[in-house]
Protein backbone atom coordinates (compact mmCIF):
# COMPACT_ATOMS: atom_id res chain seq x y z
CA UNK A 1 0.00 0.00 0.00
CA UNK A 2 1.49 3.59 -0.74
CA UNK A 3 0.73 6.38 1.49
CA UNK A 4 -0.30 9.74 0.03
CA UNK A 5 2.40 12.37 1.58
CA UNK A 6 1.51 14.83 3.83
CA UNK A 7 0.83 17.95 2.13
CA UNK A 8 -0.80 20.88 3.29
CA UNK A 9 -2.55 24.09 1.77
CA UNK A 10 -1.98 27.42 3.04
CA UNK A 11 -4.25 29.85 1.54
CA UNK A 12 -5.10 33.39 1.82
CA UNK A 13 -4.80 37.01 1.50
CA UNK A 14 -1.55 38.87 1.76
CA UNK A 15 -0.26 39.77 5.24
CA UNK A 16 -2.41 37.16 6.81
CA UNK A 17 0.76 35.55 7.65
CA UNK A 18 0.76 32.72 4.87
CA UNK A 19 4.50 32.56 4.65
CA UNK A 20 5.85 32.78 8.11
CA UNK A 21 3.07 29.84 9.41
CA UNK A 22 4.01 27.60 6.26
CA UNK A 23 7.65 28.40 6.88
CA UNK A 24 7.68 27.20 10.48
CA UNK A 25 5.13 24.80 9.96
CA UNK A 26 7.65 22.74 6.74
CA UNK A 27 10.48 22.96 9.78
CA UNK A 28 8.31 21.61 12.08
CA UNK A 29 7.38 18.89 10.05
CA UNK A 30 10.15 18.50 8.35
CA UNK A 31 8.52 18.77 4.64
CA UNK A 32 9.55 20.76 1.41
CA UNK A 33 7.97 24.34 1.58
CA UNK A 34 6.74 25.60 -1.28
CA UNK A 35 6.45 29.46 -1.94
CA UNK A 36 3.86 29.96 -5.16
CA UNK A 37 3.77 33.19 -4.71
CA UNK A 38 7.56 33.54 -5.19
CA UNK A 39 6.60 31.65 -8.87
CA UNK A 40 4.13 34.61 -9.58
CA UNK A 41 6.29 37.32 -8.52
CA UNK A 42 9.17 35.91 -10.85
CA UNK A 43 7.31 36.32 -13.78
CA UNK A 44 6.18 39.64 -12.59
CA UNK A 45 10.21 40.49 -11.94
CA UNK A 46 11.04 39.78 -15.70
CA UNK A 47 7.87 41.01 -17.42
CA UNK A 48 8.77 44.65 -15.31
CA UNK A 49 12.26 44.56 -16.48
CA UNK A 50 10.82 43.68 -20.19
CA UNK A 51 9.50 47.68 -19.27
CA UNK A 52 6.18 45.91 -19.22
CA UNK A 53 3.39 47.58 -16.91
CA UNK A 54 0.17 46.97 -15.28
CA UNK A 55 -1.96 47.85 -18.33
CA UNK A 56 -0.65 45.11 -20.91
CA UNK A 57 -1.80 44.94 -24.28
CA UNK A 58 -2.18 41.91 -26.58
CA UNK A 59 1.47 41.82 -27.39
CA UNK A 60 2.81 42.36 -23.53
CA UNK A 61 0.57 39.72 -22.59
CA UNK A 62 1.67 37.47 -24.87
CA UNK A 63 5.53 38.16 -24.10
CA UNK A 64 4.42 37.42 -20.14
CA UNK A 65 3.26 33.98 -21.36
CA UNK A 66 6.57 33.14 -22.72
CA UNK A 67 8.49 34.51 -19.34
CA UNK A 68 6.14 32.11 -17.49
CA UNK A 69 6.83 29.02 -20.04
CA UNK A 70 10.31 29.66 -20.07
CA UNK A 71 10.63 30.34 -16.19
CA UNK A 72 13.85 29.06 -14.50
CA UNK A 73 13.07 29.64 -11.19
CA UNK A 74 14.33 27.75 -8.21
CA UNK A 75 14.20 27.71 -4.31
CA UNK A 76 17.57 27.18 -2.07
CA UNK A 77 18.22 26.39 1.83
CA UNK A 78 16.06 26.08 4.29
CA UNK A 79 12.14 26.98 4.90
CA UNK A 80 13.15 29.54 7.14
CA UNK A 81 15.99 31.55 4.94
CA UNK A 82 14.92 30.04 1.70
CA UNK A 83 16.40 32.16 -1.42
CA UNK A 84 14.68 31.89 -4.87
CA UNK A 85 16.93 31.63 -7.50
CA UNK A 86 15.89 33.08 -11.52
CA UNK A 87 18.19 31.90 -14.13
CA UNK A 88 21.21 31.79 -11.61
CA UNK A 89 20.44 35.19 -9.93
CA UNK A 90 19.08 35.84 -6.57
CA UNK A 91 16.61 37.55 -6.43
CA UNK A 92 14.84 37.25 -3.07
CA UNK A 93 14.60 40.44 -1.92
CA UNK A 94 14.43 41.90 -5.75
CA UNK A 95 10.52 40.13 -5.81
CA UNK A 96 9.11 41.90 -2.75
CA UNK A 97 9.00 45.18 -4.39
CA UNK A 98 5.94 46.91 -4.16
CA UNK A 99 5.62 47.22 -7.97
CA UNK A 100 6.84 43.61 -8.64
CA UNK A 101 3.73 42.97 -5.89
CA UNK A 102 1.65 44.63 -8.32
CA UNK A 103 2.34 42.95 -11.19
CA UNK A 104 2.43 39.99 -10.03
CA UNK A 105 -0.97 40.30 -8.83
CA UNK A 106 -1.52 41.31 -12.63
CA UNK A 107 0.45 38.28 -14.25
CA UNK A 108 -1.15 35.91 -12.43
CA UNK A 109 -4.83 36.56 -13.65
CA UNK A 110 -3.52 35.33 -17.17
CA UNK A 111 -5.20 31.70 -17.52
CA UNK A 112 -2.05 30.53 -19.32
CA UNK A 113 0.28 31.83 -16.80
CA UNK A 114 -1.50 30.31 -14.50
CA UNK A 115 -1.37 26.61 -16.12
CA UNK A 116 1.91 26.96 -16.38
CA UNK A 117 2.58 27.95 -12.73
CA UNK A 118 -0.07 24.92 -11.12
CA UNK A 119 1.73 22.23 -13.48
CA UNK A 120 4.68 23.07 -12.31
CA UNK A 121 3.48 22.95 -8.82
CA UNK A 122 2.31 19.72 -9.02
CA UNK A 123 5.34 18.47 -9.92
CA UNK A 124 7.34 19.78 -7.36
CA UNK A 125 5.23 18.92 -4.19
CA UNK A 126 2.87 15.94 -5.96
CA UNK A 127 6.09 13.32 -5.17
CA UNK A 128 7.26 14.63 -2.22
CA UNK A 129 4.71 16.46 -0.20
CA UNK A 130 5.36 19.60 1.86
CA UNK A 131 4.02 22.84 2.49
CA UNK A 132 2.63 24.83 -0.08
CA UNK A 133 1.27 28.66 0.26
CA UNK A 134 -0.39 31.08 -2.35
CA UNK A 135 -4.09 31.53 -3.38
CA UNK A 136 -5.69 28.58 -5.04
CA UNK A 137 -3.54 25.33 -3.65
CA UNK A 138 -7.04 23.64 -1.77
CA UNK A 139 -9.01 25.02 -4.64
CA UNK A 140 -7.24 24.35 -7.90
CA UNK A 141 -3.51 22.62 -7.05
CA UNK A 142 -3.94 20.31 -4.55
CA UNK A 143 -7.49 20.24 -3.74
CA UNK A 144 -6.88 16.20 -1.96
CA UNK A 145 -4.17 17.89 0.54
CA UNK A 146 -4.09 16.48 3.60
CA UNK A 147 -5.20 19.71 4.96
CA UNK A 148 -6.46 22.66 3.70
CA UNK A 149 -6.40 26.18 5.62
CA UNK A 150 -7.34 29.52 5.11
CA UNK A 151 -5.35 32.40 6.85
CA UNK A 152 -7.43 35.54 7.16
CA UNK A 153 -7.28 38.59 9.36
CA UNK A 154 -8.28 41.93 9.23
CA UNK A 155 -7.23 44.17 6.64
CA UNK A 156 -5.81 47.02 8.93
CA UNK A 157 -3.94 44.17 10.47
CA UNK A 158 -2.55 42.77 7.53
CA UNK A 159 -1.53 46.48 6.45
CA UNK A 160 0.35 47.22 9.53
CA UNK A 161 2.32 43.52 9.17
CA UNK A 162 3.14 44.79 5.21
CA UNK A 163 3.84 47.88 6.62
CA UNK A 164 6.08 46.81 9.17
CA UNK A 165 7.95 44.79 7.18
CA UNK A 166 8.48 47.11 4.33
CA UNK A 167 10.19 49.53 6.85
CA UNK A 168 12.27 46.92 8.39
CA UNK A 169 13.90 46.16 4.89
CA UNK A 170 14.49 50.12 4.24
CA UNK A 171 12.14 50.58 1.90
CA UNK A 172 10.28 53.75 2.32
CA UNK A 173 6.31 53.15 1.98
CA UNK A 174 3.22 55.60 3.35
CA UNK A 175 0.78 53.54 5.60
CA UNK A 176 -2.06 54.84 2.84
CA UNK A 177 -0.71 53.72 0.03
CA UNK A 178 0.59 49.93 1.80
CA UNK A 179 -3.65 49.68 2.56
CA UNK A 180 -4.27 51.21 -0.67
CA UNK A 181 -2.24 48.68 -2.74
CA UNK A 182 -3.46 45.65 -0.36
CA UNK A 183 -6.99 46.86 -1.20
CA UNK A 184 -6.23 46.59 -4.64
CA UNK A 185 -4.65 43.66 -4.92
CA UNK A 186 -6.99 41.86 -3.00
CA UNK A 187 -9.78 42.78 -5.31
CA UNK A 188 -7.93 41.74 -8.20
CA UNK A 189 -6.74 38.53 -6.48
CA UNK A 190 -10.58 37.71 -5.61
CA UNK A 191 -12.61 38.62 -8.45
CA UNK A 192 -10.60 37.38 -11.13
CA UNK A 193 -12.49 34.89 -13.84
CA UNK A 194 -9.07 32.34 -13.24
CA UNK A 195 -8.43 30.73 -9.99
CA UNK A 196 -10.34 33.55 -7.64
CA UNK A 197 -8.92 33.23 -3.96
CA UNK A 198 -11.40 31.73 -2.09
CA UNK A 199 -11.70 29.29 0.66
CA UNK A 200 -11.62 25.53 -0.32
CA UNK A 201 -14.08 23.54 0.26
CA UNK A 202 -13.00 21.72 3.52
CA UNK A 203 -10.74 24.34 4.18
CA UNK A 204 -10.38 25.79 8.02
CA UNK A 205 -10.27 29.27 8.52
CA UNK A 206 -8.33 30.90 11.01
CA UNK A 207 -8.32 34.29 11.41
CA UNK A 208 -5.05 35.14 12.87
CA UNK A 209 -5.59 38.88 13.59
CA UNK A 210 -5.31 38.56 17.29
CA UNK A 211 -2.79 35.26 17.21
CA UNK A 212 0.72 35.14 17.79
CA UNK A 213 3.08 33.11 15.20
CA UNK A 214 3.60 29.97 17.48
CA UNK A 215 -0.35 30.35 18.26
CA UNK A 216 -1.00 30.13 14.61
CA UNK A 217 1.40 27.17 14.12
CA UNK A 218 -0.01 25.61 17.01
CA UNK A 219 -3.51 25.43 15.57
CA UNK A 220 -2.62 24.19 12.22
CA UNK A 221 -0.72 21.61 13.88
CA UNK A 222 -4.02 20.76 15.96
CA UNK A 223 -5.85 20.53 13.02
CA UNK A 224 -3.52 17.76 11.70
CA UNK A 225 -5.25 14.26 11.19
CA UNK A 226 -3.38 11.21 13.04
CA UNK A 227 -1.78 11.13 17.30
CA UNK A 228 -1.03 14.47 19.01
CA UNK A 229 2.24 16.44 17.62
CA UNK A 230 4.66 17.65 20.16
CA UNK A 231 7.32 20.34 19.26
O1 LIG B 1 1.70 35.45 -1.84
P1 LIG B 1 2.34 36.58 -2.65
O2 LIG B 1 2.01 37.94 -2.12
O3 LIG B 1 3.82 36.38 -2.81
O4 LIG B 1 1.67 36.45 -4.12
C1 LIG B 1 1.95 37.38 -5.14
C2 LIG B 1 0.79 37.44 -6.12
O5 LIG B 1 0.69 36.23 -6.84
C3 LIG B 1 -0.57 37.66 -5.46
O6 LIG B 1 -1.04 38.97 -5.68
C4 LIG B 1 -1.51 36.69 -6.13
C5 LIG B 1 -0.63 35.79 -6.94
N1 LIG B 1 -0.70 34.38 -6.54
C6 LIG B 1 -1.66 33.60 -7.13
O7 LIG B 1 -2.48 34.11 -7.90
N2 LIG B 1 -1.72 32.28 -6.87
C7 LIG B 1 -0.84 31.72 -6.01
N3 LIG B 1 -0.91 30.40 -5.77
C8 LIG B 1 0.12 32.50 -5.36
C9 LIG B 1 0.17 33.85 -5.64
Known amino acids: MTRRPLLIAIDGPAGAGKSATARELAVRLGLPYLDTGAMYRAVALLARRAGLGPELDGEGRRAVVGFAERLGVGFRGDPRAQRVILDGEDVTEALRAPEVSQMASVVSAI ?11 RELAARSGGVVE ?3 IGTVVFPDATLKVFLTAEPEMRARRRFDEL ?6 ASWEDVLEEQRER ?12 RPAEGAVIVDTSRLSLPEVVEAVVALLPGPPRTP
Do not use: F, I, K, L
Open 167 to 172: ARRGVA
Open 134 to 136: GRD
Open 111 to 121: PEVRREMVRRQ
Open 186 to 197: DRRDSTRPDSPM
